[in-house]
Nanobody, 121 residues
Framework: QVQLVESGGGLVQIGGSLRLSCAAS????????MDWYRQVPGKERELAAT???????NYADSVKGRFTITRDNAKNTVYLQMNSLKPEDTAVYYC???????????????WGQGTQVTVSS
């Protein structure tokens, strides 16, 4: 069993900052990539940021320069630092992790439950 628990969402003013956290626990032999997605009701889920096991990152153009994804491998945790927030950043944010639960087995994608981020004036 693998669980991903997200925290840090909430209401923030335009131009403000927020940091999301996502901690994985359970039967973990290794975590490969970790990602942050976001989704607005009625819209497709958007990949916002990715990070590899050794810290290589990629960002959607819409968040590049404002968001920073990091990870703490010792804590099995991925973070998303969000700065200069805009109303269009309002969404439910989901983390995911590619987890190897036993050595020799293929990684499987696990999802967090989502956390709401609302940006308003």
């Amino acid at each position: 069993q693998v669980q991903l628990v997200e925290s840090g969402g909430g209401l923030v003013q335009i131009g403000g900052s927020l940091r999301l956290s996502c901690a994985a626990s359970g039967s973990i032999a290794r975590i490969n990539g970790m990602d942050w997605y976001r989704q607005v009701p009625g819209k497709e889920r958007e990949l916002a940021a990715t990070i590899t096991s050794d810290g290589v990152t990629n960002y959607a153009d819409s968040v590049k320069g404002r968001f920073t994804i990091t990870r703490d491998n010792a804590k099995n945790t991925v973070y998303l630092q969000m700065n200069s927030l805009k109303p269009e950043d309002t969404a439910v944010y989901y983390c995911d992790a590619w987890v190897v639960t036993a050595w020799g087995q293929a990684p499987r994608k696990y999802w967090g439950q989502g956390t709401q981020v609302t940006v308003s004036s």
